[in-house]
């Protein structure tokens, strides 16, 4: 377990559901509360989720995404989502909260692999 992983998720649902399935491949380190969040410690990861819950979450998330070499973006906020998706970020693996368990892990797992992260 060399790769280490950075989750913010200040709804904890889904730093929960990462480090139930990658826990055993990777070093998993979470922030769920925005005021501990300190992005300047960020460039010690190689792979992000970042869940962005409301506006606040989306300011991190400009602050850091240009620092991250392997980068998740989520939102079960369908407008956030979209506006974060029109920002055509390059690299970055959007997740669609629409899908089911099954094929989110799919997806994960297919960019996780393609990046030889897992």
């Known amino acids: 377990m060399e790769r280490k992983t950075y989750i913010y998720?200040?709804?904890k649902g889904f730093s929960s559901f990462i480090k139930h399935y990658y826990s055993d491949k990777m070093i998993i380190d979470v922030c769920t509360n925005k005021k501990n969040f300190n992005f300047e410690d960020i460039k010690?990861?190689?792979?992000?989720f970042f869940i962005v819950n409301d506006m606040d979450d989306f300011f991190n998330?400009?602050?850091?995404?240009?620092?991250?070499?392997?980068?998740?973006?989520?939102?079960?906020?369908?407008?956030?989502?979209?506006?974060?998706?029109?920002?055509?970020?390059?690299?970055?693996?959007?997740?669609n909260f629409n899908n089911n368990k099954y094929e989110l892990l799919e997806t994960i797992n297919y960019h996780l692999m393609l990046k030889d992260v897992i």
Do not use: A
């Open 9 to 11: 998720d200040t709804s």
């Open 44 to 48: 010690n990861y190689g792979t992000c």
């Open 61 to 95: 998330l400009m602050k850091i995404y240009t620092k991250m070499e392997h980068f998740f973006i989520g939102s079960p906020n369908k407008i956030i989502g979209e506006k974060i998706e029109n920002l055509h970020y390059e690299g970055v693996v959007f997740l």
